[in-house]
């Protein structure tokens, strides 16, 4: 069964959050304004960001206390300030936790976010197989201790290594060595992508490119690619050709804690590193978190000075309880749910004459190519989002349309799952969503050509829908006791 952590039961959350946005109001209204108005927005459309949630009122609660104000550079019992016994607890608590449920040798969970994780996780191998043997041919203990040299020549080695991961327009993500993020700026990087006739990645051309290519660190992991990832298979690539295995699994943590996806779909088994998300469908705060092997340990560590600020106590004792609620046999039954919908949403479209990218899900997220319907992603995200429906817009592979506008919209099912919707609703959804792009058509421009960002739909077919999504909605308040500002 699905969760539903916001409903009559939370009435001692919603007195909480009732007291938090009065105060909140007493010092700066329009901060408590925006904080209301987001809980409207989020109480009254159909949340289908893949990549976002619903956190537990438990989780939410967390994050507001006086942890926030604690400064605690280091690490569990090795602080560079007085005084942090209590975010030794809550950071060896929240450790605790992920090596548990994920059945990692090591968990850092300091990471801020995706991004944070990834860089901590690019930096450890960087320090494991580049810097370590550095010093150990100086014969020295660290790196103040180099000569100007031996300094220059390691600073170099560092800046010429090299990344391979999964294109951005097959579902891989801007942080897996792509230019607009600093990993491309590190990195000389090659992608691997899919194969054109079925959408599902090429493992014989990511091996042949592995081979050709010799990167030090191979990145599995994605944020919009609808199937199962075999990490065996990428793990035997990877040490033909002496690469670490990375997989940033920021997507779908949920479903690895929650045990749909296992064996060789299950990261963490597999991979030397691996990082995540912590707010996307594993449901808790906004951060991130890198499991690893012991030998990649002590380089982890180092997140922080290295290229993370002071730890967010407040959000790792979140991380710590969220990681509690993920361990529950109810997470594994949410993570189901997830599935089930997302494929159920999937054959809905399909059903109603939809093109999927992969013609259908495995995992908690479907990438719609609205093409079909003489649109780009960008019109259909906005023509959705004036229905009352929440997606982001998406590159589908060789998109002619590019990463701005683009030709598809990526919908996925872990926000609604946690509301209480079931496939039945999926269904629905899916109508909804077909009716509304059917609907729309590009507006045309000055020159008469269509728009590709501009678009007409009939304003009482859009309110139409959006009382029809808001219906869907109705038995499943969030926070219904909490008046808005
Ligand atoms: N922004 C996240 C997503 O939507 O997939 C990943 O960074």
Redesign the pocket.
Known sequence: MAQQPHTAASAAADTAFRSALDVVAGVEPRIAAAIGQELADQRGSLKL???ENYASPAVLLTMGNWLSDKYAEGTVGRRFYAGCRNVDTVEGIAAEHARELFGADHAYVQPHS?IDANLTAFWAVLSQRIESPALERAAVRNVNDLTEEDWARLRQELGNQRMLGMSLDTGG???HGFRPNISGKMFEQRSYGTDPATGLIDYDALRETAREFRPLIIVAGY??YPRLVDFRRMREIADEVGATLMVDM??FAGLVAGKVLTGDHDPVPHAHIVTT?TH?SLRGPRGGMVLCQSELAEHVDRGCPLVLGGPLSHVMAAKAVALAEARRPEFQAYARAVVANARALAEGLLRRGGKLVTGGTDNHLVLADVSGYGLTGRQAEAALLDSGIVT?RNSVPQDPNGAWYTSGVRLGTPALTTRGLGTAEMDEIADLIHTVLRATAPATTAKGSPSKAAYTLDAALRDATAKRAADLLAPYPLYPGVDLV
């Open positions: 960001i893949a990549s995706g993500h801007l942080t944020s919009a920021a997507h998300t996307k982001n």
